[in-house]
């Protein structure tokens, strides 16, 4: 089992930054794929980023790309999402999901993919 638990969420204005914490306990191996999803009132969770099991590749949804940045502190077991420039699109309420298998990138934008879920943490952007 692994958990995770999320942090660094809050309220700040357009074009400003956060990062998103999430720190992983539990069993955790040097196989897991690690990622971020984003979920708005009425919608699917959305896909933002992964980090792959060794950390050497990574993926974004297309409207973060050159804003968002994901990464991994091992001796941490934490994963970070640093996000700049933050826009009023990017409110929702922020996941970290963790998968104990290194998935292909196919499988790694898809939500129903992954077997470990933080609780959440909320992120507004006033414009």
């Known amino acids: 089992q692994v958990q995770l638990v999320e942090s660094g969420g809050g309220l700040v204005q357009a074009g400003e930054s956060l990062r998103l914490s999430c720190a992983a306990s539990?069993?955790?191996?040097?196989?897991?794929?690690w990622a971020w999803f984003r979920q708005t009132p009425g919608k699917e969770r959305e896909f933002v980023a992964v980090l792959d099991w060794n950390g050497g590749s990574t993926s974004y949804t297309d409207s973060v790309k050159g804003r968002f940045t994901i990464a991994r502190d091992s001796a941490k077991n934490t994963v970070y999402l640093q996000m700049n420039s933050l826009k009023p699109e990017d409110t929702a309420v922020y996941y970290c999901?963790?998968?104990?298998?290194?998935?292909?990138?196919?499988?790694?934008?898809?939500?129903?993919?992954?077997?470990?879920w933080g609780q959440g943490t909320q992120v507004t952007v006033s414009s």
């Open positions: 539990g069993r955790i191996t040097g196989r897991h794929t």
């Open positions: 999901a963790a998968d104990q298998t290194p998935l292909r990138i196919e499988q790694a934008t898809r939500a129903v993919f992954y077997n470990y």
